[in-house]
């Protein structure tokens, strides 16, 4: 079973609107990570935003933040305001403090395209 | 400013080739991992390391093997390159064992004739 699923492979917004990003995970550990990292066409992986399982907050990082619903294991991507930078790649990860591996989960990832 | 390197962006190698790929961070990390990102698939990992020597298989590391001999480098090699590794290779690095993020390499671009 995928671990972490990211359904919309192509997304599109327009300048200045608000968009979100689908991130379902699965886990039975109750003590995980879920991380977002942005992937330019450039290739570089750029770290967005962390929520913790146990946080009692969404996380937010500036124009991010992270709509975490934990009894539906999901942790969806918010962006306000889009701007024509954040086309890119979105990956959602995950790490679980159970398996003690310290590596990420990804999933396959969303292709965000801003339009003018 | 945090820094992982590659050796190289791209690189091109024929079928059967020994192949090694190098990464290098400067944070003092104690951890260090490699992924394989293919499209549709996201990244998958492939080996990572805890520390100096220290290994483990990710869950792709059939056909490769990773060295550990100082903290802050890792490489990645391939036996006997074939065309199904093809392939992004990123690298990435963290520090100890609780949600810390991982810092990410350029990648390289390799493609096997």
């Known amino acids: 079973a995928q671990k972490i699923t990211q359904t919309q492979p192509g997304m599109f917004v327009q300048e200045k609107e608000a968009v979100t990003l689908d991130c379902t995970y699965d886990t039975s550990d109750p003590s995980y990570g879920l991380f977002w990292y942005k992937q330019p066409s450039s290739g570089e992986m750029i770290f967005l935003i962390y929520q913790g399982s146990y946080d009692q907050q969404n996380a937010t990082e500036g124009r991010y933040s992270l709509n975490f619903q934990k009894a539906r294991k999901s942790a969806n991507l918010v962006i306000s305001a889009s701007q024509l930078g954040d086309s890119a790649m979105y990956f959602c990860?995950?790490?679980?403090?159970?398996?003690?591996?310290?590596?990420?989960?990804f999933g396959s990832g969303t292709r965000l395209q801003v339009q003018p | 400013d945090v820094k992982v390197t590659q050796s190289s962006r791209y690189l091109v190698k024929r079928t059967g080739e020994k192949v090694f790929l190098e990464c290098v961070q400067d944070?003092?990390?104690?951890?260090m991992f490699w992924y394989r990102q293919d499209p549709g698939l996201g990244l998958r990992l492939i080996y990572f390391?805890?520390?100096?020597?220290?290994?483990e298989k990710g869950d792709i590391p059939e056909g490769y093997s990773v060295s550990r001999e100082k903290k802050e480098r890792f490489s990645l090699i391939l036996e006997s390159a074939s065309t199904n590794q093809t392939s992004m290779y990123l690298c990435a690095s963290s520090r100890g064992q609780d949600y810390n993020e991982q810092f990410f390499g350029p990648g390289t671009r390799l493609t096997v004739l």
């Open positions: 990860a995950m790490r679980e403090r159970g398996t003690g591996r310290r590596a990420l989960t």
């Open positions: 390391s805890y520390d100096v020597k220290m290994k």
């Open positions: 944070m003092d990390h104690e951890n």
